[in-house]
């Protein structure tokens, strides 16, 4: 699994490629939850994800609970197939706010 975090518009995007498992997901829950940490919205782009798995997935659950704790805005963005597979099993595709698209990067 790789993670990149960097600014876009108001936003922080993490984005998450290859496979998000039980060896991976702490290391994408530690972006995500610095990010909330340091009270920035985030955006998690799934677009290059392989696979994701259970742990993968309460990550995220995680995240927006953080979020939503703080009154931070949460969402995905670009959901792979294998994603959006998995986020549909679990009946999540109705909890997350999707993005059609990525705000400009500030870099």
């Known amino acids: 699994m790789q993670c990149d975090v960097y600014q876009a518009g108001d936003k922080t995007v993490v984005r998450l490629s290859g ?5 991976a ?16 919205p985030v955006i998690v782009d799934l677009a290059a994800v392989s696979y994701i798995d259970s742990s993968g997935i309460a990550t995220l659950v995680e995240g927006l609970q953080a979020a939503k ?18 986020l549909k099993l679990a009946r999540l595709d109705t909890v997350f706010n ?10």
């Open 19 to 23: 496979d998000i498992d039980m060896h």
């Open 25 to 40: 997901s702490p290391a994408a829950r530690r972006a995500i939850l610095q990010c909330i940490r340091d009270d920035r």
């Open 69 to 86: 704790a703080k009154r931070l805005e949460f969402g995905l963005f670009g959901a792979s197939p294998a994603a959006m597979r998995v």
């Open 98 to 107: 999707f993005y059609p698209t990525l705000p400009p990067s500030n870099a």
